[in-house]
């Protein structure tokens, strides 16, 4: 069935038959919703939102992960400070700095000189502090690298002497070996 004015259009040779099948072709198109709807602006801006949701989702997600495991490596550290700890036996006074605080732990002469040459190590326990052999402060330095307070052996031989920089900057020059005084 055809429009009247189409009718009109094709009798006065304005338009072809074939131009007129095509347009009804489109229009019955249109009726059927075949044609992928156009977005409206109220759908894309629901379509932003959703995306921004889903982001900001995955966002909390990853940041409870990261706080999940955080807790986790602290809990299996205490649980190292507490299997592999070493009992300090001793009345000697073993004083060391702890941030701004001069703290203090008893200790006997084999301690000192373990703890002098890196063999133990001074960690954070709960209010107090612990001493445990390098393995076990090496993995407790591992999961929670705050809880080691005294480590000789990362201090490595102390600042560098002066001497030093002279040393290396003089180096460069040779003297000869038959010069005399």
Same mark, same amino acid.
Request: aromatic share 0%; net charge neutral.
């Given at each position: 069935m055809r429009n009247p004015l189409q009718d009109q259009l094709l009798k006065a040779g304005l338009v072809k038959k074939s131009q007129v099948a095509q347009v009804a072709r489109e229009q019955a198109k249109k009726r059927e919703g075949k044609a992928p709807p156009v977005a409206s602006e109220q759908q894309r801006e629901i379509a932003r939102l959703q995306a921004e949701r889903v982001e900001? !989702?995955?966002?909390?997600? /990853?940041e409870r992960n990261a706080q999940a495991r955080l807790h986790e490596q602290r809990a299996? =550290?205490?649980q190292i400070i507490e299997t592999q700890r070493v009992p300090s036996t001793g009345d000697t006074p073993y004083r060391f700095t702890d941030g =701004?605080?001069?703290r203090s732990i008893q200790?006997?002469?084999a301690q000192r000189a373990q703890l002098a040459s890196g063999l133990l190590l001074v960690v954070r326990d709960g209010a107090g502090y612990a001493?445990?052999?390098?393995? /076990? %402060?090496?993995k407790v330095a =591992?999961?929670?690298? /705050?809880?080691?307070?005294?480590d000789q052996s990362a201090r490595g031989d %102390?600042? =560098?002497s002066? %001497? !030093?920089d002279d040393e290396a900057y003089y180096a460069r020059f040779e003297v000869p070996d038959d010069l005399i005084w």
């Open positions: 900001r !989702d995955r966002a909390l997600a /990853a299996q =550290a205490r =701004a605080v001069i200790v006997d002469a001493l445990l052999p390098r393995a /076990a %402060g090496e =591992a999961r929670d690298a /705050a809880l080691i307070v005294v %102390g600042p =560098a002066p %001497g !030093d």
